[in-house]
């Protein structure tokens, strides 16, 4: 059965401090894996995407690391502010199957302090 | 906000009660989807619609009725809900096919009583 399990399942940071989300998945093979972010009452939104042959996408202090030998994700968070409070979603796409197919995390829950 | 509407994005129902949820996409996709979305536990795909057709029932119980009149607009009809129902019910959409970004609409947090 495919699975996506992230760690830890909730953080708190103090503003302007770093920190590293972890992603281990069973899903194999696969199209590509997503990093998405789900603020309080909003649906998620792509952060960034991943192909297999990928080993690491930025999209700002945003910066994801892909290990396929291992199966191991990471999202890592530089310089963290208040609005990164947020739930921080895996999402990882089979190979074959369409958008039907995509196994998800429970996520990580984020909140950053002053 | 994305391309992705829902309506109402709150609601409140008694077990007998029949509410629908209403979900529009401007992105020009031909897929959309229904899930579930339970405190701690993974996105639960319902429904799946590929240009107007139901693709996938996720052995969804049939007090959930989805309607897809048109590749722009999604409903989902509830009736006779009971209180484990309650949850944030999003609707997303894409292109069709393997890999493709859903675009997530904010949601509706149902509460049945």
């Known amino acids: 059965k495919n699975q996506v399990e992230q760690s830890p399942q909730s953080l708190i940071i103090l503003e302007g401090k770093n920190c590293t989300l972890q992603c281990n998945y069973t899903v194999s093979p696969f199209s590509n894996l997503r990093w998405y972010k789900q603020d309080t009452g909003r649906g998620p939104v792509s952060l960034t995407i991943?192909?297999?042959?990928?080993n690491t996408k930025s999209n700002g202090r945003y910066t994801a690391t892909l290990d396929a030998d291992t199966k191991q994700s990471s999202l890592h968070i530089t310089a963290s502010q208040l609005s990164d409070s947020a739930s921080y979603i895996c999402?990882?796409?089979?190979?074959?199957?369409?958008?039907?197919?995509?196994?998800f995390g429970t996520g990580t829950q984020l909140k950053v302090e002053l | 906000e994305t391309g992705v509407t829902q309506t109402p994005r709150h609601l409140v129902m008694g077990m007998t009660n029949k509410k629908s949820l209403k979900c529009e996409q401007h992105?020009?996709?031909?897929?959309m989807y229904w899930y579930k979305q339970s405190a701690k536990k993974p996105l639960e795909l319902m429904f799946v619609?590929?240009?107007?057709?139901?693709?996938e029932n996720n052995s969804v119980p049939s007090r959930f009725s989805p309607e897809c009149p048109n590749s722009s607009h999604l409903f989902l009809h509830l009736h006779t809900l009971q209180p484990e129902d309650s949850a944030l019910y999003l609707c997303a959409s894409s292109h069709p096919g393997t890999g493709n970004e859903q675009y997530f609409g904010p949601g509706t947090r149902l509460t049945v009583t």
């Open positions: 992105l020009g996709h031909n897929a």
């Open positions: 619609y590929n240009f107007k057709e139901q693709t």
């Open positions: 999402v990882v796409s089979p190979l074959k199957g369409g958008g039907n197919k995509l196994t």
């Open positions: 991943m192909t297999f042959s990928e």
